[in-house]
């Protein structure tokens, strides 16, 4: 591992608490980079902190609600004033609601899948670019959507895809929106992966993998490391030329 590949890089991390998003925080702090990790929880973001430290990482926490406007914004300020500019972005932060079919969604949840998946990645990103468009190198986004979506379609997962659809979609233009301002924006749509969303109710770690023996060509569900390798080569200069892709990273379930 190039321990300074992210050196003298600050990064955002939104939902770092757990999963997906503390996998990318402590693979960012292991490589050098001043991470601020963002949630709802402070104990979760405390212990990513932790564990980021514990490695010689540098990383903070800052509770947030992505889908507040105020909230992302005080993100960005954070990131400028403790560690000087804020390099890459990762829009992490997202939740499930479902398992019915659409037509029994309640209201409340499709309006908490568009408040926290769409909106949340839209405002984080307006913040993110107003930072990053007034820095001499630019800088770098990643917004993470699911395979569900854009890719794939799953029964009782509608409302769930569609707003990660959004978020595919979002990504794709803001790339070229921005590409001009020396921000690349990109996308990772992992599928199901070693964390507990992809858990059905009632399912243990032996379940889902037995169940993943019979529903991926790969046969297992991806690591959070995994997803977290992909990000950190769409925030990297190796991908300098890699604008408004989605990089989907579910073993070959969607094909």
Known sequence: MNRTRFSHRTVLVTGGG??????V?????????????????RAALDE??????????TAVAQVADVARPADVEALVRTAVDRFGSLDIAVNNAGVFRG??????????????????????????LQAEVRQMRT????????????????????????????????????TAGAALDHVADGIRINAVSPGASA???????????????ARMKEESPLGRV??????????????????GSVIGTDLVIDGGASR
């Open 18 to 23: 757990t999963g997906i998003g503390r996998a």
């Open 25 to 41: 925080a402590l693979a960012f702090a292991a490589e050098g980079a001043s991470v601020v990790v963002a949630g709802r929880t």
């Open 48 to 57: 990513t902190v932790a564990l980021a430290e514990r490695t010689g990482g």
């Open 99 to 124: 398992g019915q079919p659409v037509a029994d969604l309640p209201e409340e949840d499709w309006r908490t899948l568009l408040d926290i998946n769409v909106t949340g990645v839209l405002l984080a």
């Open 135 to 170: 820095q001499p190198g630019g800088g770098a986004i990643v917004n993470v959507s699911s395979n569900l979506g854009a890719h794939k379609q799953w029964p009782n997962t509608t409302a769930y895809a569609a707003s990660k659809a959004a978020v595919s979609a979002l």
């Open 195 to 209: 964390t507990t969303m992809s858990l059905r109710p009632g399912e243990t770690e032996a379940d889902r993998a």
């Open 222 to 239: 991806s690591s959070t490391e995994e997803v977290a390798e992909a990000v950190l080569y769409l925030a990297s200069d190796a991908a």
